[in-house]
């Protein structure tokens, strides 16, 4: 009888980007938004806002799941906030909230922090961290600002900008892991992987042309 089962990872996030970041990452993971309230959550440092709401947002995905004992859950929850001049910045309000913060942060840095909570359903164990990148803001115009806060991305991620779209073009450079930055740490979720006695080429999948079909290209021990 094998003594290998199915791996598979649940991601507590409705984040396009994340999901994106892992399925170029070779990883197709199931996603089950959380539902956490993040207004309830109240910190003075960003890492440990950050690192408080992943783990609330897998936890509460944890709660929904059914386990089967024929393949090993994996549950990630990851939130981001941006430390700028002494403030903790979630998304922005609104338009104008995201323009005035727009207007301090050109030409400035920040420090984007990504909380990341991994927890092995089965085996009821947890791994955990914050990856942290310092982002460099371009000296932008006003008439950019009105432009891009006007598409609405800027709205709808942490710090009011992202890297892997139109924001992009706003940032002179980063210093850290560019995936921290869209959400997601590949390099911290390989160590995190690892905490649980995992690796995480365990997690990569083939998919079929046409996008029809995956197939797990290995299996872990029970």
């Known amino acids: 009888m094998s003594n290998s089962i199915a791996l598979r990872l649940v991601l507590a996030s409705a984040s396009p980007a994340r999901r994106k970041l892992l399925h170029a990452a070779g990883i197709e993971p199931d996603v089950l938004v959380s539902g956490v309230d993040e207004s309830q959550v109240v910190s003075e440092r960003a890492e440990e806002l950050c690192l408080e709401l992943a783990r609330l947002k ?54 984007l922090h990504t909380g990341h909570c991994l927890i092995d359903v089965i085996h009821e164990t947890r791994a955990e961290a914050v990856a942290s990148t310092t982002v460099r803001f371009a000296e932008v115009s006003d008439d950019e600002i009105a432009a891009y806060v006007a598409t609405g991305e800027p709205l709808a991620v942490a710090g009011a900008f992202t890297i892997d ?42 998919v079929a042309p046409g996008g029809q079909e995956v197939e797990a290209l290995g299996t872990v021990r029970s």
């Open 58 to 111: 897998a936890q509460a995905v944890v709660g929904r799941l059914r386990p089967t004992a024929d393949e090993r859950t994996l549950v990630l929850g990851c939130d981001s906030v941006l430390a700028f001049d002494g403030e903790i910045l979630g998304k922005p309000a609104d338009e104008a909230d995201a323009t005035r913060r727009w207007e301090r942060m050109r030409g400035r840095s920040g420090v």
């Open 165 to 206: 779209g139109l924001g992009g073009a706003f940032l002179e450079g980063i210093d850290g892991d560019p995936g921290t930055v869209v959400g997601l740490s590949l390099p911290l979720l390989r160590r995190l992987l690892g905490e649980l006695d995992l690796r995480i080429i365990d997690l990569w999948t083939k």
